[in-house]
Protein backbone atom coordinates (compact mmCIF):
# COMPACT_ATOMS: atom_id res chain seq x y z
CA UNK A 1 0.00 0.00 0.00
CA UNK A 2 0.99 3.67 -0.26
CA UNK A 3 3.62 4.85 2.61
CA UNK A 4 5.23 7.68 3.24
CA UNK A 5 8.46 8.07 5.06
CA UNK A 6 10.55 11.06 6.94
CA UNK A 7 13.60 12.24 8.41
CA UNK A 8 13.37 10.89 11.69
CA UNK A 9 13.67 13.79 14.49
CA UNK A 10 13.99 15.67 16.69
CA UNK A 11 15.58 18.22 14.14
CA UNK A 12 17.30 22.04 16.57
CA UNK A 13 18.53 24.51 14.26
CA UNK A 14 19.86 28.01 15.25
CA UNK A 15 17.42 30.93 14.03
CA UNK A 16 18.35 31.70 10.57
CA UNK A 17 19.53 28.05 9.85
CA UNK A 18 18.74 26.19 6.38
CA UNK A 19 16.26 23.73 6.52
CA UNK A 20 15.53 20.29 4.96
CA UNK A 21 13.39 17.83 6.20
CA UNK A 22 13.50 14.76 3.92
CA UNK A 23 10.50 13.13 2.67
CA UNK A 24 9.99 9.94 0.12
CA UNK A 25 6.91 8.35 -1.02
CA UNK A 26 5.57 5.00 -2.05
CA UNK A 27 2.71 4.74 -4.09
CA UNK A 28 0.74 3.49 -7.38
CA UNK A 29 -0.01 6.20 -9.56
CA UNK A 30 -0.04 9.64 -9.17
CA UNK A 31 -0.92 10.61 -5.53
CA UNK A 32 -0.84 14.78 -4.74
CA UNK A 33 1.52 15.63 -2.01
CA UNK A 34 1.41 17.66 0.85
CA UNK A 35 3.29 19.06 4.12
CA UNK A 36 1.20 19.44 7.07
CA UNK A 37 2.52 21.84 10.71
CA UNK A 38 1.02 21.18 13.58
CA UNK A 39 1.77 23.91 16.10
CA UNK A 40 2.09 23.06 19.92
CA UNK A 41 -1.41 22.80 21.50
CA UNK A 42 -3.11 23.28 17.79
CA UNK A 43 -4.50 21.03 14.88
CA UNK A 44 -2.93 20.11 11.40
CA UNK A 45 -2.64 22.67 9.38
CA UNK A 46 -1.62 22.61 5.45
CA UNK A 47 1.54 24.55 4.81
CA UNK A 48 1.85 23.44 1.20
CA UNK A 49 1.11 21.16 -1.37
CA UNK A 50 1.99 19.61 -4.81
CA UNK A 51 -0.53 17.87 -7.14
CA UNK A 52 2.42 16.17 -10.13
CA UNK A 53 5.55 15.79 -11.06
CA UNK A 54 7.98 19.26 -10.93
CA UNK A 55 5.39 21.13 -8.98
CA UNK A 56 6.96 23.13 -6.32
CA UNK A 57 4.63 24.14 -3.68
CA UNK A 58 5.53 27.35 -1.58
CA UNK A 59 4.24 28.83 1.56
CA UNK A 60 5.41 30.96 4.71
CA UNK A 61 9.65 30.65 2.77
CA UNK A 62 8.97 27.04 2.77
CA UNK A 63 9.56 24.59 -0.24
CA UNK A 64 9.32 21.51 -1.44
CA UNK A 65 9.22 19.87 -5.18
CA UNK A 66 7.42 17.13 -6.48
CA UNK A 67 10.05 14.44 -7.96
CA UNK A 68 8.44 11.60 -9.49
CA UNK A 69 11.96 10.16 -10.38
CA UNK A 70 13.26 10.23 -6.69
CA UNK A 71 9.80 9.40 -5.32
CA UNK A 72 10.72 12.63 -2.76
CA UNK A 73 8.92 16.01 -2.05
CA UNK A 74 11.98 17.16 0.52
CA UNK A 75 10.85 20.43 2.63
CA UNK A 76 13.03 23.32 2.58
CA UNK A 77 13.32 26.83 4.30
CA UNK A 78 16.32 29.37 3.44
CA UNK A 79 16.63 30.94 6.96
CA UNK A 80 14.07 29.60 9.89
CA UNK A 81 12.76 31.34 12.60
CA UNK A 82 12.22 30.48 16.54
CA UNK A 83 8.26 30.66 15.50
CA UNK A 84 9.26 27.69 12.92
CA UNK A 85 9.05 25.29 15.47
CA UNK A 86 6.47 22.80 15.23
CA UNK A 87 6.15 19.12 14.03
CA UNK A 88 5.69 19.02 10.40
CA UNK A 89 4.18 15.88 8.74
CA UNK A 90 4.70 14.80 5.18
CA UNK A 91 1.25 13.40 3.31
CA UNK A 92 0.04 11.96 0.49
CA UNK A 93 -3.12 11.29 -0.94
CA UNK A 94 -3.53 8.64 -3.39
CA UNK A 95 -5.94 7.91 -6.06
CA UNK A 96 -8.81 5.76 -5.69
CA UNK A 97 -12.50 6.12 -3.99
CA UNK A 98 -11.24 6.10 -0.50
CA UNK A 99 -9.25 9.74 -1.06
CA UNK A 100 -7.72 9.66 2.58
CA UNK A 101 -4.46 10.94 3.14
CA UNK A 102 -1.22 9.12 4.32
CA UNK A 103 1.27 10.76 6.64
CA UNK A 104 4.77 9.91 7.29
CA UNK A 105 5.52 9.43 11.33
CA UNK A 106 6.30 13.36 11.55
CA UNK A 107 9.46 15.69 12.55
CA UNK A 108 9.18 17.86 15.61
CA UNK A 109 11.50 20.92 14.68
CA UNK A 110 12.95 23.13 17.23
CA UNK A 111 14.64 26.86 16.23
CA UNK A 112 16.76 28.30 18.81
CA UNK A 113 17.54 32.15 18.92
CA UNK B 1 -14.83 30.09 16.29
CA UNK B 2 -13.52 27.17 14.68
CA UNK B 3 -14.75 25.50 11.39
CA UNK B 4 -14.34 21.89 12.80
CA UNK B 5 -14.89 21.42 16.50
CA UNK B 6 -13.98 18.63 18.82
CA UNK B 7 -15.36 17.86 21.90
CA UNK B 8 -13.83 16.83 24.51
CA UNK B 9 -10.52 18.89 23.69
CA UNK B 10 -9.07 16.75 27.12
CA UNK B 11 -10.59 13.51 29.07
CA UNK B 12 -8.67 10.89 31.38
CA UNK B 13 -10.64 7.94 32.13
CA UNK B 14 -10.28 4.63 32.99
CA UNK B 15 -9.70 1.02 31.74
CA UNK B 16 -13.00 -0.18 30.76
CA UNK B 17 -14.80 2.74 30.21
CA UNK B 18 -17.12 3.77 27.55
CA UNK B 19 -15.88 7.16 25.69
CA UNK B 20 -17.29 9.08 22.79
CA UNK B 21 -15.78 12.04 21.22
CA UNK B 22 -17.48 13.97 19.41
CA UNK B 23 -16.75 16.30 15.89
CA UNK B 24 -18.87 19.13 14.60
CA UNK B 25 -17.83 20.97 11.45
CA UNK B 26 -19.09 24.44 9.80
CA UNK B 27 -17.77 24.02 6.49
CA UNK B 28 -20.52 21.97 4.30
CA UNK B 29 -17.83 19.23 3.77
CA UNK B 30 -19.25 15.71 2.79
CA UNK B 31 -16.61 14.02 3.92
CA UNK B 32 -14.59 13.30 7.69
CA UNK B 33 -12.76 11.48 8.89
CA UNK B 34 -10.64 10.55 12.48
CA UNK B 35 -7.31 9.83 12.35
CA UNK B 36 -5.42 8.69 15.65
CA UNK B 37 -1.59 10.45 16.07
CA UNK B 38 1.03 8.64 18.44
CA UNK B 39 4.48 9.76 18.94
CA UNK B 40 6.44 8.38 15.90
CA UNK B 41 3.92 6.60 14.23
CA UNK B 42 2.29 10.07 12.37
CA UNK B 43 -1.34 10.03 11.90
CA UNK B 44 -3.18 6.61 11.17
CA UNK B 45 -7.07 6.63 10.02
CA UNK B 46 -9.30 4.68 12.21
CA UNK B 47 -12.46 5.57 10.13
CA UNK B 48 -13.67 7.68 7.76
CA UNK B 49 -17.24 8.86 6.04
CA UNK B 50 -18.46 10.19 2.69
CA UNK B 51 -22.26 11.28 3.97
CA UNK B 52 -24.18 9.71 6.59
CA UNK B 53 -25.28 5.93 5.12
CA UNK B 54 -21.64 5.67 4.12
CA UNK B 55 -19.08 4.65 6.80
CA UNK B 56 -16.08 3.11 5.91
CA UNK B 57 -13.00 1.20 8.06
CA UNK B 58 -9.65 2.71 8.06
CA UNK B 59 -6.43 0.62 8.92
CA UNK B 60 -6.71 0.64 12.78
CA UNK B 61 -10.72 0.37 13.44
CA UNK B 62 -10.35 -2.69 16.21
CA UNK B 63 -12.00 -1.23 19.19
CA UNK B 64 -13.67 1.94 17.74
CA UNK B 65 -17.18 2.49 16.29
CA UNK B 66 -18.57 6.09 15.02
CA UNK B 67 -21.70 7.46 14.15
CA UNK B 68 -22.10 9.91 11.27
CA UNK B 69 -25.31 11.80 13.12
CA UNK B 70 -25.49 14.07 10.31
CA UNK B 71 -23.79 15.92 7.37
CA UNK B 72 -22.17 18.15 9.88
CA UNK B 73 -21.57 15.82 12.47
CA UNK B 74 -19.22 12.52 12.97
CA UNK B 75 -18.58 10.64 16.36
CA UNK B 76 -15.92 8.23 17.66
CA UNK B 77 -16.83 5.92 20.32
CA UNK B 78 -14.42 3.63 22.66
CA UNK B 79 -16.99 0.97 24.15
CA UNK B 80 -14.22 -0.05 26.58
CA UNK B 81 -11.48 1.26 26.39
CA UNK B 82 -7.75 0.07 27.23
CA UNK B 83 -4.55 2.23 28.07
CA UNK B 84 -2.95 1.34 24.61
CA UNK B 85 -5.91 3.59 23.13
CA UNK B 86 -4.35 6.71 24.70
CA UNK B 87 -3.16 9.03 22.02
CA UNK B 88 -4.22 12.32 20.56
CA UNK B 89 -7.46 12.15 18.11
CA UNK B 90 -7.88 14.10 15.32
CA UNK B 91 -11.24 14.69 13.09
CA UNK B 92 -10.75 16.24 9.82
CA UNK B 93 -12.87 16.97 6.64
CA UNK B 94 -12.80 17.70 2.99
CA UNK B 95 -15.37 18.60 0.20
CA UNK B 96 -16.55 15.96 -2.29
CA UNK B 97 -15.04 17.65 -5.33
CA UNK B 98 -12.90 20.99 -6.40
CA UNK B 99 -10.56 19.68 -3.84
CA UNK B 100 -6.58 18.03 -4.68
CA UNK B 101 -6.75 15.77 -1.10
CA UNK B 102 -6.28 18.98 1.28
CA UNK B 103 -7.52 17.72 4.61
CA UNK B 104 -8.72 20.34 7.23
CA UNK B 105 -8.46 19.39 10.58
CA UNK B 106 -9.78 20.30 14.08
CA UNK B 107 -7.98 21.38 17.35
CA UNK B 108 -7.47 17.51 18.71
CA UNK B 109 -9.18 15.39 21.38
CA UNK B 110 -6.53 14.14 23.99
CA UNK B 111 -7.26 10.73 26.01
CA UNK B 112 -5.84 9.28 28.75
CA UNK B 113 -6.93 5.26 29.63
CA UNK B 114 -5.38 4.60 32.72
Known amino acids: GDSVTQMEGPVTLSEEAFLTINCTYT??????LFWYVQYPGEGLQLLLK?????DKGSNKGFEATYRKETTSFHLEKGSVQVSDSAVYFC????????????FGQGTRLTINP | DADVTQTPRNRITKTGKRIMLECSQT?????MYWYRQDPGLGLRLIYYSFDVKDINKGEISDGYSVSRQAQAKFSLSLESAIPNQTALYFC?????????????FGEGSRLTVL
Open chain 2, 27 to 31: KGHDR
Open chain 1, 50 to 54: ATKAD
Open chain 1, 27 to 32: ATGYPS
Open chain 2, 92 to 104: ATRPRQGNTGELF
Open chain 1, 91 to 102: ALSGGGGAQKLV
